[in-house]
């Protein structure tokens, strides 16, 4: 689980994120879709990250 600064920067990114496009023009749903997809990949590598932490404790176990 992310600590409370990660999740207030992670949420402070996405809301630069979706102002930047929303300035150049960008239909709502077009940045929605945008801000998805980059979520969809941050918590993809949470997950492998983690993934990869839980294998290397079990092989570490005695």
Same mark, same amino acid.
């Given at each position: 689980?992310?600590s =409370?600064?990660?999740? @207030? +920067?992670?949420?402070?990114?996405?809301?630069?994120? !979706? =102002?930047?496009?929303? @300035? +150049?023009?960008?239909?709502?749903?077009?940045?929605? !879709?945008?801000?998805?997809? @980059?979520?969809?990949?941050?918590?993809?590598?949470?997950?492998?990250?983690?993934?990869?932490?839980?294998?290397?404790?079990?092989?570490?176990?005695?």
């Amino acid at each position: 689980m992310k600590s =409370k600064k990660d999740q @207030e +920067l992670y949420q402070k990114r996405q809301l630069e994120i !979706a =102002k930047s496009l929303y @300035e +150049l023009g960008v239909d709502d749903n077009i940045i929605q !879709a945008i801000t998805k997809i @980059e979520m969809d990949q941050v918590l993809r590598f949470r997950n492998e990250k983690q993934s990869e932490q839980n294998k290397q404790n079990i092989d570490e176990r005695p």
